[in-house]
């Protein structure tokens, strides 16, 4: 178990830039979550994706934002014409099936400077 | 809907001393509570979780909570801190069958040489 990984962990970016994220879950977690952290706050849930499929997203997640988990492994998280107020860590997460799905554990996140 | 209230947004505790954390929940629906650690630089680690049976439910370095469903809370408790405690709490809730965790704001516990 080599935990869930994110690249780049720090990304500065100059407002209207696009920006890509990835996230590697847990191996054999077939569920991958998108959160948002900005300072002083808890996360908040962005998305959710069991296997390829896209199926839950938030009211946080405006259209510059888009997701995807093509082959059911990674996934990434894009941000298009980047504004200050996405600066913040954007953490991933992945759990299992079956009784423990709704164990999320978290990778180190992505903090994202819009300048 | 769910929501999270961590009424302390700091706490401060001298090396040795208890420690209790506190976290109050609102839902209609049953539930299940986690309680996530984030030490400096690093990301969000599971520390404990309540999904059912015993309402008592320990970590593996000396954190327990007790759920308490007719008060809504999962209060985080340690007898005897020490200084690599020094981290940020969150707790959260999940509804059953739901996909995304509620967090609270969080919880700055300092230990105190």
């Known amino acids: 178990d080599t935990g869930v990984s994110q690249n780049p962990r720090h990304k500065i970016t100059k407002r209207g830039q696009n920006v890509t994220f990835r996230c590697d879950p847990i191996s054999e977690h077939n569920r991958l979550y998108w959160y948002r952290q900005t300072l002083g706050q808890g996360p908040e849930f962005l998305t959710y994706f069991q296997n390829e499929a896209q199926l839950e997203k938030s009211r946080l997640l405006s259209d510059r934002f888009s997701a995807e988990r093509p082959k059911g492994s990674f996934s990434t998280l894009e941000i298009q014409r980047t504004e200050q107020g996405d600066s913040a860590m954007y953490l991933c997460?992945?759990?299992?099936?079956?009784?423990?799905?709704?164990?999320?554990?978290f990778g180190p996140g992505t903090r994202l400077t819009v300048t | 809907a769910q929501s999270v209230t961590q009424l302390d947004s700091q706490v401060p505790v001298f090396e040795e001393a208890p420690v209790e954390l506190r976290c109050n929940y609102s839902s209609s629906v049953s539930v299940y509570l986690f309680w996530y650690v984030q030490y400096p630089n690093q990301g969000l680690q599971l520390l404990l979780k309540y999904l059912s049976g015993s309402t008592l439910v320990e970590s593996i370095n000396g954190f327990e909570a007790e759920f308490n469903k007719s008060q809504t809370s999962f209060h985080l408790r340690k007898p005897s801190v020490h200084i690599s405690d020094t981290a940020e709490y969150f707790c959260a809730v999940i509804r059953g069958g739901a996909n995304n965790l509620f967090f609270g704001t969080g919880t700055r516990l300092t230990v105190i040489p």
């Open positions: 997460a992945s759990s299992p099936l079956g009784t423990r799905s709704s164990e999320q554990y």
